[in-house]
């Protein structure tokens, strides 16, 4: 019967290096990811329900950051109900 004595030669230890070295890197990107993912729903759902961020919600967005100014909301709110109304 055969017995292993120990000796792995130059080429076992390489294997045993990068094989620990993927081992570990998988284990930390794993839990990189699902820190990540966590997080992200975590920001997604703070507000209340998700809901798609349709159109009018972009448009009242842009009008509370002060990007336009009521006219032009009031105009563009106007044609976009004319438009998914018309």
Do not use: C, K, Q
């Not at 290096?17 to 794993?30: C, D, E, N, P, Q």
């Not at 972009?58 to 009008?63: D, G, H, P, T, V």
């Not at 950051?65 to 032009?72: A, F, K, L, S």
Request: hydrophobic residues 45%.
């Amino acid at each position: 019967m055969m017995y292993w004595d120990g000796n792995m030669g130059v080429w076992g230890y390489a294997l045993m290096a990068v094989s620990f070295i993927l081992f570990w890197g998988a284990i930390i990107t794993a839990i990189v990811f699902l820190a990540r993912s966590m997080s992200a729903g975590s920001r997604r759902y703070a507000g209340g329900p998700h809901r798609t961020g349709g159109a009018e919600e972009l448009l009242a967005e842009r009008f509370a950051r002060g990007e336009i100014d009521d006219t032009e909301y009031n105009a563009r709110l106007n044609a976009l109900r004319r438009s998914n109304f018309g």
